[in-house]
Protein backbone atom coordinates (compact mmCIF):
# COMPACT_ATOMS: atom_id res chain seq x y z
CA UNK A 1 0.00 0.00 0.00
CA UNK A 2 1.09 3.39 -0.66
CA UNK A 3 1.66 5.62 1.93
CA UNK A 4 3.70 7.92 4.43
CA UNK A 5 4.93 6.52 7.63
CA UNK A 6 5.29 8.70 10.74
CA UNK A 7 6.09 7.39 14.06
CA UNK A 8 5.34 7.97 16.67
CA UNK A 9 2.07 8.74 16.71
CA UNK A 10 2.04 10.72 20.30
CA UNK A 11 4.87 11.82 22.18
CA UNK A 12 5.25 13.48 25.30
CA UNK A 13 8.45 14.75 26.35
CA UNK A 14 10.19 17.63 28.66
CA UNK A 15 12.11 20.39 27.95
CA UNK A 16 15.36 20.00 26.27
CA UNK A 17 15.36 16.40 25.61
CA UNK A 18 16.54 15.49 21.79
CA UNK A 19 13.65 13.85 20.29
CA UNK A 20 13.44 12.94 16.47
CA UNK A 21 10.07 12.09 14.63
CA UNK A 22 10.57 9.79 11.64
CA UNK A 23 8.88 9.81 8.69
CA UNK A 24 8.74 7.30 5.34
CA UNK A 25 7.25 7.06 2.35
CA UNK A 26 7.29 4.07 -0.31
CA UNK A 27 6.24 5.46 -3.36
CA UNK A 28 9.75 6.68 -4.40
CA UNK A 29 8.51 10.44 -4.22
CA UNK A 30 11.45 12.94 -4.93
CA UNK A 31 9.01 15.51 -2.98
CA UNK A 32 9.19 15.84 1.40
CA UNK A 33 8.00 18.17 3.44
CA UNK A 34 7.00 19.04 7.33
CA UNK A 35 4.40 20.96 8.53
CA UNK A 36 2.94 21.46 12.10
CA UNK A 37 -0.72 22.19 12.60
CA UNK A 38 -1.65 24.92 15.75
CA UNK A 39 -5.38 25.64 16.27
CA UNK A 40 -6.27 28.91 14.30
CA UNK A 41 -3.11 29.72 12.74
CA UNK A 42 -3.82 26.28 10.24
CA UNK A 43 -1.04 24.26 8.64
CA UNK A 44 2.54 26.06 8.26
CA UNK A 45 5.59 24.58 6.49
CA UNK A 46 8.69 23.76 8.49
CA UNK A 47 10.85 22.40 6.19
CA UNK A 48 11.01 20.37 2.68
CA UNK A 49 12.97 18.50 0.46
CA UNK A 50 12.96 18.22 -3.16
CA UNK A 51 15.44 15.18 -3.25
CA UNK A 52 18.02 13.28 -1.54
CA UNK A 53 20.55 15.63 0.03
CA UNK A 54 18.67 18.74 -0.88
CA UNK A 55 16.59 20.10 1.82
CA UNK A 56 15.80 24.09 2.33
CA UNK A 57 13.93 25.88 5.13
CA UNK A 58 9.53 26.16 5.08
CA UNK A 59 8.00 29.19 6.75
CA UNK A 60 8.72 28.05 10.30
CA UNK A 61 12.18 25.97 10.56
CA UNK A 62 13.24 27.90 13.89
CA UNK A 63 14.18 24.92 16.45
CA UNK A 64 13.99 22.30 13.64
CA UNK A 65 16.25 20.57 11.79
CA UNK A 66 16.29 17.64 9.16
CA UNK A 67 18.07 15.46 6.92
CA UNK A 68 17.49 13.46 3.22
CA UNK A 69 20.11 11.08 3.12
CA UNK A 70 18.11 8.72 1.30
CA UNK A 71 14.85 8.93 -1.10
CA UNK A 72 12.33 7.15 1.24
CA UNK A 73 13.21 8.91 4.75
CA UNK A 74 12.85 12.37 6.05
CA UNK A 75 13.50 12.78 9.63
CA UNK A 76 12.39 15.85 11.99
CA UNK A 77 14.97 16.61 14.51
CA UNK A 78 14.39 19.02 17.77
CA UNK A 79 17.33 19.52 19.14
CA UNK A 80 16.30 20.99 22.34
CA UNK A 81 12.14 20.55 22.39
CA UNK A 82 10.21 23.72 23.79
CA UNK A 83 7.04 23.72 24.53
CA UNK A 84 6.01 26.33 22.03
CA UNK A 85 6.82 23.29 19.66
CA UNK A 86 3.92 21.81 21.51
CA UNK A 87 1.54 20.57 17.99
CA UNK A 88 0.16 18.19 15.36
CA UNK A 89 3.09 17.23 12.79
CA UNK A 90 2.51 16.12 9.29
CA UNK A 91 4.78 14.78 6.92
CA UNK A 92 3.81 14.58 2.94
CA UNK A 93 5.38 13.79 0.12
CA UNK A 94 4.59 14.30 -3.45
CA UNK A 95 6.06 13.11 -6.85
CA UNK A 96 7.87 16.02 -7.59
CA UNK A 97 7.99 19.68 -6.04
CA UNK A 98 8.05 21.13 -9.80
CA UNK A 99 5.08 19.26 -11.54
CA UNK A 100 1.54 19.13 -10.32
CA UNK A 101 1.00 15.81 -8.35
CA UNK A 102 -1.07 15.06 -5.46
CA UNK A 103 0.28 14.75 -2.43
CA UNK A 104 -0.31 12.27 0.27
CA UNK A 105 0.01 12.87 4.49
CA UNK A 106 0.97 10.61 7.20
CA UNK A 107 -1.10 10.45 10.29
CA UNK A 108 0.23 13.05 12.38
CA UNK A 109 2.06 13.30 15.46
CA UNK A 110 0.92 14.72 18.08
CA UNK A 111 3.60 16.09 20.57
CA UNK A 112 3.66 18.02 23.85
CA UNK A 113 6.71 19.35 25.65
CA UNK A 114 6.28 20.44 29.03
CA UNK B 1 -4.58 39.37 4.86
CA UNK B 2 -3.91 35.56 4.63
CA UNK B 3 -3.47 34.76 0.69
CA UNK B 4 -5.67 31.61 1.33
CA UNK B 5 -9.28 32.43 2.59
CA UNK B 6 -11.88 29.71 3.28
CA UNK B 7 -15.46 30.44 4.23
CA UNK B 8 -17.68 29.43 5.93
CA UNK B 9 -15.04 29.07 9.28
CA UNK B 10 -17.91 26.53 10.60
CA UNK B 11 -20.98 24.66 9.04
CA UNK B 12 -23.50 22.97 10.50
CA UNK B 13 -25.74 21.10 8.45
CA UNK B 14 -28.54 18.25 8.13
CA UNK B 15 -28.00 14.96 6.61
CA UNK B 16 -28.77 15.25 3.27
CA UNK B 17 -28.64 18.68 2.06
CA UNK B 18 -26.03 19.86 -0.13
CA UNK B 19 -23.04 21.91 1.19
CA UNK B 20 -20.69 24.25 -0.51
CA UNK B 21 -17.31 25.52 0.95
CA UNK B 22 -15.93 28.61 -0.30
CA UNK B 23 -12.03 29.48 -1.01
CA UNK B 24 -10.63 32.19 -2.48
CA UNK B 25 -6.95 32.54 -3.01
CA UNK B 26 -4.50 36.27 -3.89
CA UNK B 27 -1.70 34.39 -5.32
CA UNK B 28 -0.73 33.03 -8.76
CA UNK B 29 -1.28 29.33 -8.42
CA UNK B 30 0.00 26.46 -10.41
CA UNK B 31 -2.61 23.89 -8.62
CA UNK B 32 -5.38 23.82 -5.96
CA UNK B 33 -5.86 21.13 -3.87
CA UNK B 34 -8.65 20.18 -1.19
CA UNK B 35 -7.78 18.12 1.82
CA UNK B 36 -10.17 16.50 4.25
CA UNK B 37 -9.18 15.92 7.96
CA UNK B 38 -10.76 13.43 10.11
CA UNK B 39 -11.58 13.82 14.01
CA UNK B 40 -8.66 11.35 14.89
CA UNK B 41 -6.25 13.61 12.87
CA UNK B 42 -5.16 12.01 8.92
CA UNK B 43 -4.94 14.31 6.43
CA UNK B 44 -6.24 12.79 2.84
CA UNK B 45 -6.27 14.70 0.00
CA UNK B 46 -9.69 14.70 -1.92
CA UNK B 47 -9.01 16.71 -5.12
CA UNK B 48 -5.90 18.32 -7.38
CA UNK B 49 -7.06 20.90 -9.83
CA UNK B 50 -5.75 23.25 -12.15
CA UNK B 51 -8.85 24.07 -14.14
CA UNK B 52 -12.86 23.32 -14.88
CA UNK B 53 -14.11 20.54 -12.36
CA UNK B 54 -13.69 17.35 -10.87
CA UNK B 55 -16.29 14.76 -9.83
CA UNK B 56 -15.58 12.08 -7.35
CA UNK B 57 -18.76 10.35 -6.15
CA UNK B 58 -20.59 12.82 -3.77
CA UNK B 59 -18.19 15.11 -4.09
CA UNK B 60 -17.31 18.26 -6.72
CA UNK B 61 -14.77 20.53 -6.64
CA UNK B 62 -15.07 23.31 -8.85
CA UNK B 63 -12.26 26.72 -10.17
CA UNK B 64 -12.60 29.40 -11.85
CA UNK B 65 -8.86 30.39 -12.31
CA UNK B 66 -9.33 33.94 -12.96
CA UNK B 67 -11.61 35.13 -10.25
CA UNK B 68 -9.11 33.38 -8.30
CA UNK B 69 -11.58 31.23 -6.55
CA UNK B 70 -12.49 27.16 -5.87
CA UNK B 71 -15.82 25.41 -4.43
CA UNK B 72 -16.19 22.35 -2.93
CA UNK B 73 -19.58 20.39 -3.16
CA UNK B 74 -21.06 17.82 -1.17
CA UNK B 75 -24.08 16.40 -2.63
CA UNK B 76 -26.54 14.37 -0.06
CA UNK B 77 -24.34 15.06 2.95
CA UNK B 78 -24.05 12.59 5.47
CA UNK B 79 -22.72 12.53 9.09
CA UNK B 80 -19.81 10.48 7.79
CA UNK B 81 -18.66 14.19 5.67
CA UNK B 82 -18.14 15.91 9.15
CA UNK B 83 -14.64 16.46 8.99
CA UNK B 84 -12.36 19.90 8.85
CA UNK B 85 -12.26 20.42 5.08
CA UNK B 86 -8.89 22.56 4.09
CA UNK B 87 -7.99 24.08 0.46
CA UNK B 88 -4.39 24.55 0.18
CA UNK B 89 -2.56 26.11 -2.96
CA UNK B 90 0.42 25.51 -4.71
CA UNK B 91 1.92 29.23 -6.04
CA UNK B 92 4.23 29.64 -8.53
CA UNK B 93 6.90 31.97 -5.95
CA UNK B 94 7.68 31.03 -2.72
CA UNK B 95 9.49 28.13 -1.89
CA UNK B 96 9.30 25.49 -4.61
CA UNK B 97 6.41 22.78 -3.99
CA UNK B 98 5.04 24.48 -0.98
CA UNK B 99 1.39 24.79 -0.14
CA UNK B 100 0.10 27.87 1.10
CA UNK B 101 -2.95 26.30 3.63
CA UNK B 102 -6.30 28.13 4.52
CA UNK B 103 -7.55 27.34 8.38
CA UNK B 104 -10.10 25.39 6.81
CA UNK B 105 -13.62 24.64 7.23
CA UNK B 106 -15.40 22.37 10.26
CA UNK B 107 -18.28 20.40 8.76
CA UNK B 108 -21.10 19.15 11.23
CA UNK B 109 -23.61 16.91 9.59
CA UNK B 110 -26.32 15.81 11.84
CA UNK B 111 -28.78 12.81 11.31
Known amino acids: EAQVTQNPRYLITVTGKKLTVTCSQN?????MSWYRQDPGLGLRQIYYSMNVEVTDKGDVPEGYKVSRKEKRNFPLILESPSPNQTSLYFCASSLTSTSNYGYTFGSGTRLTVV | KNEVEQSPQNLTAQEGEFITINCSYS?????LHWLQQHPGGGIVSLFMLSSGKKKHGRLIATINIQEKHSSLHITASHPRDSAVYIC?????????????FGKGTKLSVKP
Open chain 2, 88 to 100: AVKSYGGSQGNLI
Open chain 1, 27 to 31: MNHEY
Open chain 2, 27 to 31: VGISA
